[in-house]
């Protein structure tokens, strides 16, 4: 079984801050993990992913996340918040194998606003 | 490269009333999933194809939903009849094994209401 926690269904930032939104994960095997990002009345776009290599992933648009595995946490970071970063963002957990391969869990999603 | 293309955007229907949503992969992706997206909450997955077959349907409300994917490339999900309950945006991924990983790309949803 796996699952996820979002930390937080809202985050309120000033432009130029820090992004921080946090992750919890559970899996009974390795995974792989996701973040991604949606803009209102839009789809899902990926941001990033962690897949058993390097423990600091850098995505897209700035966004970077750092796989924990003694904390069982990904948390999502930017250093310098901007305006078009306002948008819900989704955490997300899949398996690398076994029968619930290709099966996405998301998290409740934590929504961004960014104040000028 | 295309993404992953639905259709209709949005559909308003009366209750009862039957719905089909469509929806088009990325050209080369065997695997394609139909997510349901509650307000305010993550997708969940309904089902899972592998080509033609649906290898994880387990959260499907058969009753009522049903999806086909005949030759392996576009899929439709149909509901009949429609509930209150299923005003939603209804998500289509898809995503291939050549790369390693089952990263998952999304189409744009179609969004559901149910009067």
């Known amino acids: 079984a796996q699952s996820v926690t979002q930390l937080g269904s809202h985050v309120s930032v000033s432009e130029g801050a820090l992004v921080l939104l946090r992750c919890n994960y559970s899996s009974s095997v390795p995974p792989y993990l996701f973040w991604y990002v949606q803009y209102p009345n839009q789809g899902l776009q990926l941001l990033l992913k962690?897949?058993?290599?390097?423990?600091l992933v850098k995505g897209i648009n700035g966004f970077e996340a750092e796989f924990k595995k003694s904390e069982t946490s990904f948390h999502l970071t930017k250093p310098s918040a901007h305006m078009s970063d306002a948008a819900e963002y989704f955490c997300a957990v899949s398996n690398a194998g076994g029968t619930s391969y290709g099966k996405l869990t998301f998290g409740q999603g934590t929504i961004l606003t960014v104040h000028p | 490269e295309a993404g992953v293309v639905q259709s209709p955007r949005y559909k308003i229907i009366e209750k009862k009333q039957p719905v089909a949503f469509w929806c088009n992969p990325i050209s080369g992706h065997n695997t394609l999933y139909w997510y349901l997206q509650n307000l305010g909450q993550g997708p969940e997955l309904l089902i899972r194809?592998?080509?033609?077959?649906?290898?994880?349907d387990s959260q499907l409300p058969k009753d009522r939903f049903s999806a086909e994917r005949l030759k392996g490339v576009d899929s439709t999900l149909k509901i009949q009849p429609a509930e209150l309950g299923d005003s939603a945006v209804y998500l289509c991924?898809?995503?291939?094994?050549?790369?390693?990983?089952?990263?998952?790309?999304f189409g744009p949803g179609t969004r559901l209401t149910v009067l």
């Open positions: 991924a898809s995503s291939t094994r050549l790369a390693g990983t089952d990263t998952q790309y």
């Open positions: 962690y897949t058993s290599a390097a423990t």
């Open positions: 194809y592998e080509n033609e077959e649906a290898v994880d």
